[in-house]
């Protein structure tokens, strides 16, 4: 059975940061990318970031990018999520997915999903 599990989700005041850790099993890690996707009040969920260990290579959306880092550690099966200078409007769930297809970027692609953690950032 897979399960992906969020922590660190937290309330922070603007300009602040926090990381956020999702801790996979029951699969096998390094065979799937994972994905950070977030969702607002009212709003769709969206993508954050991403990372495909087969490449080597990270994908981050333009409106977080100089601000968030994923990083993984396939050791740990654990991939994570620093976000810096928070703003407001990144107030939102933060879930972790996991996909065996390349499209990274796209909620629809993923395999499993985690259920969420709560990020709130105070202006």
């Known amino acids: 059975q897979v399960q992906l599990v969020e922590s660190g989700g937290g309330l922070v005041q603007a300009g602040g940061s926090l990381r956020l850790s999702c801790a996979a099993s029951?699969?096998?890690?390094?065979?799937?990318?994972m994905g950070w996707f977030r969702q607002a009040p009212g709003k769709e969920r969206e993508f954050v970031a991403a990372?495909?260990?087969?490449?080597?290579?990270?994908y981050t959306a333009d409106s977080v990018r100089g601000r968030f880092t994923i990083s993984g550690d396939n050791a740990k099966n654990t991939v994570y999520l620093q976000m810096d200078s928070l703003k407001p409007e990144d107030t939102a769930v933060y879930y972790c997915?996991?996909?065996?297809?390349?499209?990274?970027?796209?909620?629809?692609?993923?395999?499993?999903w985690g259920q969420g953690t709560q990020v709130t950032v105070s202006s």
């Open positions: 997915a996991a996909t065996s297809k390349l499209r990274v970027v796209v909620a629809g692609t993923y395999d499993y």
């Open positions: 029951g699969l096998t890690f390094s065979s799937y990318s």
């Open positions: 990372i495909r260990w087969s490449i080597g290579s990270t």
